[in-house]
Structures are given as C-alpha cells and as structure tokens.
C-alpha cells in the first residue's frame, strides 16, 4: 500500500495570537539591540539615580534620603523615555522608511502591530523597574505604600505617553519627531517634577506643571511610595485624561505612510 503525500500550498496567515507574540518578540529584540534606545531607556535614568542620590545637588523637602525622593521620580522618567521618546522615535523613521506600510499591507492586523509595540514597551518597563529598584535600594531606597497603587500609576503612564508618542511619530516627519521627542525629553526631565521638585517653581508656573502625565505620575509614585499614602486619585485622574485624549489622538491622526 502506497501513501501519497500532500504537498501543495496552504496559504493563510497564522492564528492572531501567534503573530501578536512574534511581532512583541521582534520589537523588544529590536529595541534591545538598539544602542540609543538603551541609552535613552536605560542608561540616564540609571545614572542619574545614581549621581543625584550620591552627590548633594538637589535638595529635598521633608524628612527622607534624597533617594526616596529620586527614585520615584525617576521611575517616571523610565516610563516617559520608553512609552514616549523612544516609541515616538522608532515609530516615526519605521514610517518614514516604509516599515509600516509595509507591515500594514502584511497578514498583520494595523492593530496587532500597535498593540506588539506596546507590548514592547511594557515587557521594557518591567526590566527598567526591576534595574531601577535594585539600585535604589542598594543605595538605601526604603519604599512605602499600595503595590497595586504603583502598578495602576505605571499602567496609566504608559496609556499616556504611548498615545503621545504614537501621536507624534505618525503626524510628523521622522528628523522632526526626533527633534520633538528629545526637546520634550529634556523639558519634561527639568520641569515635570522628576529631580527638582515642583515647590521649587513660582505658583503660576506650578499649576499648569502639576498637569502634565510627567508630573502626575512622578507625583503619585512619590505620594505612594515615599509617603506611603493611598491611592493617588487626583493623579490617576489626570493620567487617565492624558490616556484617553492621546490615545484617541493617535487612532484619528495617524498616519501610516
């Protein structure tokens, strides 16, 4: 008895969940062998922890080391560079070199890939936490409060500044987006509450601070975790707002070629 063999074609995409995980796999090697993202996702939070805690160049109000005033902060800052900067820049030149026009024309659904690269920007943060923690408590960071505070006010921010950064990086030219993206960066380090606090600037100047999702969300951490106080629902209102209008923002206005 003789068996025939089917060798024909059967094409077809894969299941959604298999190519959602692929493409999450891709983004995050991507993202890893990227020697500027690591910098910029990585490298200047870490050091800044390390530089502002050792040395006494800001100056902290209350009891507390400098430490349990910088770390949270800079937690913050590790969810903007991630979800913000670097997204909005990887997006922007994966546009305008036709990746995504590309991909879009693919078996990929246009949402699975957003939603890949989101899943890039999670499985980044979670390493950054992990990094940022363990420095921060070498360095004798003693944290406070709700973790699920915590987890709630690192999920809001990444909703934030992910409809921002993909906002940006599909509205705007690439060398513009990086322009953007880095001035924003920078603006947002100095004034958004991360290392110098927002006591610090005049009344005027400090209202309109106190709304932006960096300061929200350095502000929570803060509130959670160096004052170990409930949950912060000014600030999870306020990243909420920033999540909802960013992320709409982005689905309207994007741009895939």
Known sequence: MTTTTDYSPRPGAAPVGRMLLAQTAFETRMLLRNGEQLLLTVVIPTVLL???????????????KRVDFLAPGLLALAVMSTAFTGQAIATGFERRYGVLKRLGASPLPRWTLLTAKT?????????????????????GWSPHGNPMAVAALLVLGTAAFSGLGLLMAGTLKAEATLAAANLVFILLLLAGGVIVPLGKFPDAVRGMLELLPISALSDGLRSVLQHGAGVPWSDLGILAGWSVLGLAAAARFFRWE
């Open 50 to 64: 390390v530089l502002f805690s050792a040395v006494d160049i800001v100056t902290v109000e209350g009891p507390g």
């Open 119 to 139: 899943g890039c920007v999670l499985v980044t943060e979670i390493l950054q936490v992990a990094l940022l923690s363990v420095i921060a408590l070498a360095l």
